[in-house]
């Protein structure tokens, strides 16, 4: 229950830390929170040789908005967006999600580009910003890309980051008036892994006509997924509960979960099935109310 | 591995010491600063027995490398009495007289989640209460006398500063 040793760096700059992460003998690690990784230490699941400590680099902490954009720095903890007016009051959804990461400890030290780079298909933000549409930024010497969160995704615990990659940036499009959303998951006790959950949003002309709808699946993949063709059959007409349960039907059709000690996949498939319809229709009446969460 | 030299103030006190990067902190507060009050547990972030707060904030130390709390501040379980003369902490109060502790093992992570929360708000409704100690196991109490403890804490922690606005409290 003692990590492996380790050499540490702890960078000034956000250059410093990309020297580091570069280095062709090392097998570096970026150190966020650690709230994932160092579990995976202390079990000597993971050895890096090198942990670059990037805590010290302050300018990848913030939140604002830029234009009609949502910019979230990587080393933001989860208790800071949880706190945001700003968060709250245009994207509710992430609002909403982060309240369910882990516990208030653990909210406290977890950083939100932690969260994303460790990319467990059970965790609440990759899910609630593929509804989103987020885009994330990520720097290495040779220059920054962004990523669309569905190229960002490649498997359990997979992302597209290369080694010598940091996340710098989260980026979430703002959501067209009239939207409502939903963050809803099951879990067995408070702040456990969810079985399975689901994120959506829905927006509504001023005749109640569903728009634009999102619905993004936690648990259901090993990356977060969107359920396109149960959105596609929301659109132009009212959302209603027969609606609602039939696009959770499609949602869930070819999913195929993991089966394990904490439920089957069929179990799994059920729950998230339920979880969608509900969801759909909690979303409906904030889009209603025009109340944001 | 180069050890390296940190600074850290723990209760008030500055502790110096050089140390292996891959010590945790919670190894720290009890092999090097000697402060035995912090509980291991599970030392994977599971159980919350560890729980301490840096800058004021309770989290795990055993998710934590001390390294990383060099130049920072980390309140542990024994500052609730020091800072009262050895008296207890009105918290500590609450659990004794409620029986929110059996064989006190988990107690020192209760007590440092929910201390700073007990500041900021005036009563917390029994949601709100276990929300907040979700992060922290305890396997004898069955958690109705740890729910009572809190709830009556943030009553009485409440009434004094609420009759005198910005007075001793």
């Known amino acids: ?293 | 591995m180069t050890r390296i030299r940190i600074t850290v103030t723990i209760n008030g006190a500055v502790v110096e010491r050089a140390v292996d990067p891959r010590m945790l902190l919670s190894d720290f507060i009890r092999h090097e600063a000697r402060l035995t009050g912090t509980h291991v547990g599970c030392e994977h972030g599971v159980c919350g027995s560890c729980t301490v707060q840096v800058d004021g904030s309770p989290v795990r130390s055993c998710l934590l490398f001390a390294v990383q709390v060099d130049g920072r501040e980390v309140r542990t379980v024994e500052a609730l009495a020091a800072e009262r003369d050895g008296a207890l902490h009105p918290l500590q109060e609450a659990f004794h007289a409620e029986q929110g502790l059996q064989c006190g093992f988990c107690t020192p992570g209760f007590l440092m989640s929910v201390e700073p929360v007990l500041d900021r708000v005036e009563e917390m409704d029994d949601a709100q209460i276990r929300a907040l100690i979700s992060g922290n196991l305890c396997r004898c109490t069955g958690y109705e006398g740890i729910v009572c403890a809190v709830r009556e804490a943030a009553r009485k922690m409440a009434s004094p500063s609420r009759s005198r606005p910005g007075g001793a409290s």
């Open chain 1, 1 to 293: 229950m003692k990590p492996a040793p380790f050499r540490y760096e702890k960078p000034r700059s956000v250059e410093q830390a990309l020297a580091l992460l570069a280095a062709e003998d090392e097998e570096p690690k970026v150190l966020a929170g650690g709230q994932s990784l160092v579990p995976l230490m202390n079990f000597r699941l993971a050895r890096p040789s090198l942990l670059v400590d990037i805590n010290g680099l302050a300018e990848l902490s913030y939140i604002r908005r830029e234009g009609s954009r949502l910019r979230i720095g990587a080393l933001t903890r989860h208790a800071v967006l949880e706190e945001s007016p700003l968060v709250e009051r245009h994207w509710p959804l992430l609002t909403e999600a982060v309240r369910l990461v882990g516990h208030p400890q653990i909210r406290n030290a977890g950083t939100i580009g932690g969260s994303l780079a460790h990319a467990d298909p059970t965790a609440e933000l990759p899910v609630a910003l593929a509804a989103l549409d987020a885009g994330f930024v990520v720097r290495s010497r040779s220059g920054a890309r962004e990523l669309h969160w569905s190229e960002f995704f490649v498997g359990q615990l997979q992302t597209s980051l290369q080694p010598d990659e940091l996340l710098v940036e989260t980026v979430v499009p703002a959501l067209p008036a009239g939207t409502g959303c939903r963050f809803d998951e099951f879990t067995r006790r408070h702040g456990d892994f969810a079985l399975g959950g689901c994120a959506v949003t829905v927006s509504l002309d001023p005749d109640g006509a569903c728009t634009r709808a999102a619905i993004a699946l936690l648990g259901a993949a090993p990356t977060p997924i969107r359920a396109a063709r149960a959105e596609a059959e929301l659109v132009g007409r009212p959302v209603t509960a027969e609606s609602a349960a039939r696009s959770a039907a499609r949602a869930v059709q070819d999913l195929d979960p993991t089966s394990d000690l904490h439920a089957s996949g069929e179990y799994r498939r059920d729950l998230i099935e339920s979880l969608v319809a509900r969801s759909l229709l909690t979303a409906r009446g904030r889009a209603r109310e025009g109340v944001p969460a």
